[in-house]
């Protein structure tokens, strides 16, 4: 069966001060048996915000007020950050032998991974869509894990393994500092 992708919505007040946004899930005439939706659409699907998200109510139908469809999936086109994110990025002087490390990244809730390579002062000096069928299973279910941390880069690959970005840090006033590229 194909994964619904959008879905019919009201707002109703909460009793909080503010609205669900619900679905109806039997029209019982006068009032309506309604199911709250709290989450957001990713490219996988409808993501639960787990605290109100699925939770059922009666509520009179004159509560139903903002009629509007709502996605439960959001394609990665349609999604600004994950275009920033998707977008190819090659450094205009950018040399293979310059890599000192690469990084495969998985975008959250899609199936997107991308390689990521650095310059010696930990620079990006390259971003490419990367192949999971070209990858190593363990890297690709690690970079997966990772894809809601903040630093959610997977080494794949290093130079001189072991050692730190050698002209990462430099000096200013005789304390070091990371380099502004």
């Known amino acids: 069966m ?20 619900v679905s109806i899930l039997e029209d019982r005439g006068e009032t309506a048996l309604v199911r709250v939706w709290y989450g957001t659409a990713t490219a996988k699907g409808w993501k639960s915000w787990r605290d109100w998200d699925g939770h059922q109510m009666e509520v009179s139908r004159t509560q139903l007020t903002n009629e509007r469809e709502m996605k439960l999936v959001k394609t990665l086109k349609d999604d600004i950050i994950a275009q920033c994110w998707l977008t190819p990025f090659k450094s205009k002087d950018y040399q293979p032998g310059d890599v000192f490390r690469r990084y495969l990244e998985a975008y ?12 010696d002062r ?3 000096i390259r971003i490419e869509k990367a192949d999971a069928t070209t990858l ?11 894809s809601d941390q903040a630093f959610k880069g997977v080494l794949i690959w290093e130079r001189e393994p072991g050692v730190t970005y050698p002209n990462a840090f430099g000096r200013r ?7 502004t590229f």
Not at 10 to 17: A, D, E, V, W
Not at 108 to 119: G, H, P
Not at 136 to 146: I, S, T
Request: aromatic share 8%.
């Open 2 to 21: 194909d994964q619904q992708t959008s879905i019919t919505v009201f707002n109703t007040p909460s009793g909080m001060g503010g609205s669900y946004t």
């Open 108 to 119: 959250a809730d899609s199936d997107y991974l991308r390689i990521v390579e650095t310059n």
């Open 173 to 179: 006033n005789g304390v070091p500092v990371l380099d």
């Open 136 to 146: 190593p299973e363990d890297q690709v279910k690690e970079a997966f894990k990772r």
């Open 122 to 124: 930990a620079g990006v």
